[in-house]
């Protein structure tokens, strides 16, 4: 989605701060709506869900002392798109643990049309019986296709398609910046 | 790198980041091999026939458990029982088969080049199963990947390929795609199943056993096909097994503590390989044959994957 065009920067919309305020508000709402860490477990999807699901564990792990699981989903087989994107590249699914009856937290930077979390649920329930399935987003930027609602968002931050939103992580990028990308006119 | 190509027809023609790629795409799908439910959507609606017009075991079924367990449907085809029985042609079984709209053939025969003559023809891609004494690219990419995980990387290791050099289509896939990742290979057999001029090919020779294996990373047995001593080619099985069979014994006089020992199978157990090296620690053959399916599903997917590339019309 970034290649196609040249993108340039639009404007910020969480700094350092503000990112890291969010995840531990989104922490504490998944102790406090699932009553502790009894049973939970993150999976993050690749590759930037992955880093905010260690981090949100990270994180109930100092409010709460308790170890949560992080595992890792690749959704690439289960996509509704593989014949437009060409030749798939598989990085792995890494879930070293059992997620029946566990209430599981999918984590994801950027909720969008709905149809990565679709995938992610066909692909989570084919590992086995979960007892709950719930949804951390970073940042929600609207535009669903599909019935898809988050239980803990980070931020909702309406935008237009034509604009593209741009999670920064320091374990990817160097930095923890969310910004806003729009492409440059030509 | 992305994977562009219509076919996998030879080890020869590929990259080496195209087999990176194939081999990478293979390691991320083994995990599916040890799931309660083993099946991805991801070849949903494609159709994958088997084209074999020889016997095989472990490449046809490996072959369609790789498509069953991508959702693909796998139709089964033998030349025995089948039309080609009958008297029809090569060409003309693959172009109604083609008729039927497939998505992928897999296709093994005797002869060199039948699955490039397929690829020429046909629109569906076309993986070569093994065509004659000329390449077996999925044999190499599994050999690689076990090499691999064994080893950690490609670059730098010694590998010995010892038995019928000038029969073996293993062997010759191996030595390309092993000399492209940057081994070192050393082919060893009798003189009259080591091909002239092999030397061509990158790879050393050596004419006893002994000296093939001393200080390698990996030793891979090929099977000696006993029709090669009616062909007078070696005076013996008797006479094979004693030189060039690998025992224990010189394998604990010769090789490495960690030498992998390798084979393609069907092993012929007491000429090739004795028992106790086929079943030791030193071997991962079994190892091999459960790479082959992961490595299977890498194919199908990138081939079917690349081919809605080419198809596709209109930007998504």
Redesign the interface.
Known sequence: MTSRSRLREKAQVLDDAALDRALTRIAHEILERNGGAKDLAFVGLRTRGITLAQRLAAKIATIDGAQTPVGTLDITLYRDDLDMRGAPVVRGTDIPFSIKNKTVVLVDDVLYTGRTIRAALDALIDLGRPGSIQLAILIDRGHRELPIRPDFIGKNLPTSRRESVAVRLKEHDGEDRVVIEEPEEA | M???RKDLLTMRELEAAEIITLVD?A???Q?IAG???K????LRGKTIVNLFYENSTRTRTSFEIAGKW?SADVINFSASGSSAAKGESFIDTARNIAAMSPDVVVVRHSSAGAAAILAKDLSCSIVNAGDGAHEHPTQALLDLLTIREHKGHFEGLNVAIVGDISHSRVARSNIHGMRKLGMTVTVAGPPTLIPPFVQELGVKVAYRLEDAIRDVDVIMMLRLQQERMTAGLIPSLREYSRYWGLTLDKLRAQARPDVLIMHPGPVNRGVELSPEVADGPYSVILDQVAKGVAVRM?VL??LA??K??QA?GEP?
């Open positions: 992305g994977w562009t795409t390691a991320s799908l995990e799931r309660e439910i099946k991805v959507p991801a991508l890498g997917l990138l994957g690349a809605s590339e596709k998504a």
